[in-house]
């Protein structure tokens, strides 16, 4: 079938949808909206209702890779991945999403478009792109939109949702052996199904081998946690390395180029460039189906695969498939390969094509002990760096994903110690862990008093009943939790403000910075490694 153009005058009257089938599309709107649905395009990228004003273009731009879809990045109309919508009123609303893969909608004047971008370069999918349109209350027209979603990619595995402990919010890259077996020891008691070791036991970024903090091997670490009854956890980024890995040196043809040749920035991160493996390569996903099985045969059965975007980056492919599909054949190489018994929770990931292939996804950015960084927030205009506030914003505003996959909000805290959360803020992060029904924690052991430790097991058992009320508050047993507090986005820098603005974006594109920080960063947390070890 081939698809067309197609321009529609008027929406479907309030209360009603409908599917059309069309390479671009132009809708009318009936009248002038006041907000606006922005949803990002991977994991952690912003998702939010605003107002129609454009968005200041966030920095640092050497960033874009791995927060943004880097082919939008410097769009400054009101735009966003798949799906928007716009609010005339309170329960009128306007959806338009795709239920295709590589869509991008966008606000101009008193017009919704949406372009099917394979579709629109000639490249025609078999079916055309089908799109989805409704007008109604916030809550229906979403359920109704993800329900088409549902028919056409898959949904949830009827797994029961685990309740997780992981490594990185409390040791982030310190880990060792000798230190996660001391903090399993000491979680013995608490109803944990998965113990999840995070990123710091590979060699490097690239070359997934156990190094030297784990000198008795994967093996032996999955088998410590097993032997307790648990899900033995391991968080890997599948499809990225850095240039001095092996996988690099050995095989830079499997790497992702542009046009002119050049290797694809998948981003920055541990002071390092990264880049993104194609998974066009047959090689390619033969290594992956063999990774995936070599952690299989350590004794990994839950499994946070990481940076997952790098597989969906605009690039020029040894085959010539758009850019999601090459990312969901790839997803579903891994998945495959790992069992379809093991636990997939996908992470950094775009957020329509990895539906259907995997058991949770991460629907927002990290979490930390701080609320907001200011720095970030006003001066940056960045949304999807690792704080309290911005992880709440970010799911309660995905939420409509969870008829489709288990969605992980990240981890909650307990403890006081380490931590700069109010307690308000903390009962935030508990409460939508419990609305999500995904319950992970980094808290040490070490850290906890003996009445946080019996609050988390509380936390852990707690199966409450939950109830939406409205696009910021919910009803859990007989509480009523607000989260408005963290939904709206700060002002962007103003006046004098754009100056320190201006510096720290230029500041925060130099790979020398971002080096000194991540080696700042790095220190602090091998400090706080020592004070623990001193206990
Ligand atoms: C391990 C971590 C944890 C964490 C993941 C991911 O620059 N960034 O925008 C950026 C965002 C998230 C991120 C790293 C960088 O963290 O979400 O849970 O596993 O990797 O390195």
């Known amino acids: 079938m081939t698809s067309h153009p197609l321009k529609l005058d008027s929406p479907p009257q309030p209360g009603s949808s409908l599917v059309v089938n069309a390479s671009s599309l132009t809708l009318d709107l009936p009248r002038p909206p006041r907000l606006f649905y922005r949803h990002g395009w991977q994991s952690w990228s912003l998702a939010a209702w605003t107002d129609l004003t454009p968005l200041p273009i966030q920095r640092p731009k050497i960033l874009h890779p791995l927060q943004t879809d880097p082919r939008y990045a410097n769009e400054t109309s009101p735009h966003g991945s798949w799906v928007a919508a716009v609010e005339f009123e309170q329960d009128d609303i306007l959806l338009l999403g795709s239920l295709g893969l590589d869509a991008h909608i966008w606000l101009k004047g008193n017009q919704f478009e949406g372009a099917a971008l394979s579709v629109s370069k000639g490249q025609h999918e078999a079916d055309g792109c089908d799109w989805f349109i409704a007008r109604g209350d916030e809550i229906s027209v979403f359920a109704k939109y993800a329900a088409e979603l549902a028919i056409r990619l898959g949904k949830k595995t009827d797994k029961p949702a685990p309740r997780v402990w992981c490594s990185w919010y409390s040791l ?165 390969a790992m069992g379809h018994d093991a636990y997939f929770l ?22 930390s002990a701080k609320w907001e960084d200011p720095r970030d927030a006003a001066l940056l205009y960045n949304f999807t760096t690792p704080g309290a506030r911005n992880a ?40 939508l862990a419990l609305i999500c029904n995904f319950k992970a924690i980094s808290d040490l052991p070490q850290w906890m008093t003996n009445d946080e430790r019996e609050t988390l097991r509380e936390f852990l058992t707690a199966s409450p009943q939950v109830k939406r009320l409205s696009r910021a508050t919910f009803q859990i047993d007989d509480r009523i939790v607000d989260f408005s507090s963290a939904l709206a986005l700060p002002h962007p820098p103003r006046g004098l403000m754009k100056l320190p603005a201006m510096f720290m974006g230029w500041l925060g594109n130099q790979p020398f910075a971002l080096k000194l920080f991540n080696r700042l960063n790095k220190a602090s947390f091998e400090k706080r490694k020592r004070r623990l070890q001193a206990k």
């Open 172 to 336: 982030y890259t310190s880990i060792d052996e000798e230190i996660l077996f001391r903090v399993f020891d000491e979680l013995n008691d608490l109803p944990f199904d998965v113990l999840q070791v995070d990123d710091g036991w590979q060699m490097s970024i690239g070359d997934w081998e156990a190094n030297e903090k784990f000198p008795s091997g994967m093996n032996a670490l999955a088998e410590r946690i097993k032997s307790t009854g648990r899900k033995a956890g391991l968080w890997l980024a599948p499809l990225i390395a850095v240039k001095s890995s092996r996988l690099f040196r050995k095989h830079p043809d499997w790497f992702l180029r542009d046009e002119h040749g050049k290797f694809v920035s998948a981003g920055f991160n541990w002071g390092e460039q990264l880049y993104a493996l194609d998974t066009t390569h047959a090689d390619v996903l033969t290594w992956l189906t063999a990774l995936m099985q070599q952690v299989s045969a350590w004794g990994f059965d839950y499994l946070k695969l990481d940076f997952l975007y790098a597989g969906a980056l605009p690039g020029k492919r040894l085959a010539d498939m758009p850019r999601e599909a090459a990312y969901r054949q790839a997803l579903k190489t891994l998945r495959d």
């Open 346 to 367: 996908a992470c950094g990931a775009p957020i329509l094509p990895s539906l259907g292939l995997c058991d949770a996804l991460r629907v927002g950015p990290d979490v």
């Open 392 to 431: 709440v914003r970010t799911t309660v505003s995905r939420l409509w994903l969870q008829p489709l996959v288990a969605i992980d909000p990240d981890v909650v805290y307990f403890a006081e110690m380490e931590n700069s959360l109010s307690r308000e803020h903390k009962q935030l992060l508990q409460d």
